[in-house]
């Protein structure tokens, strides 16, 4: 198999609103739109894709036209100080996780987006020694 892209799809029913919330905050930007589903793609030296699906959409086989639940997207940046400066500091941002450092190797803030998927802002940090060993290859 040669894979060309892998991306989430997150099936919401309030596409508009989770258009303006991915690309206000996280810069991605439109590569398609239709009222009932968006193609997003981050800009930069490596491509990062998201993409919102209206649940109800007949694409979707009728057994799974449901809303997304128990998500969780992880976004790794140079400086999570700086992100949690601009995104709830100054962006006004609800953080759902306090900006905090973990033993198990990351400096990270949670904030939800419009349909209540976690956005993980992290920074990886060094792990404690207990964490350390659990690294494959260290």
């Known amino acids: 198999m040669s894979v060309t ?12 609103e989770t258009h303006a919330f ?8 439109t590569v398609f739109d239709a009222d009932w589903y968006v ?21 979707l086989p009728e057994p799974y036209r449901k809303p997304v639940q128990g998500v969780l997207i992880n976004i790794e940046v140079e400086d999570v100080d700086a992100e949690w400066d601009r ?14 450092s973990e033993d198990f190797g990351q400096r990270h803030f949670i904030v939800a987006d419009p349909n209540g998927v976690l ?16 690294y494959v290859g260290s």
């Open 39 to 59: 193609s997003l793609s981050r800009p930069g030296p490596q491509r990062y894709e998201l993409a919102l699906l209206d649940y109800t959409h007949p694409t």
């Open 119 to 134: 956005v993980d802002v992290i920074t990886p940090i060094e792990p404690t020694g207990e964490f350390a060993d659990n």
């Open 22 to 29: 991915y690309t206000t905050h996280f810069g991605f930007e």
């Open 5 to 16: 892209s892998i991306y989430p799809v997150i099936c919401t029913d309030r596409v508009a």
């Open 87 to 100: 995104l709830v500091v100054r962006g006004g941002l609800p953080p759902v996780l306090e900006i905090r």
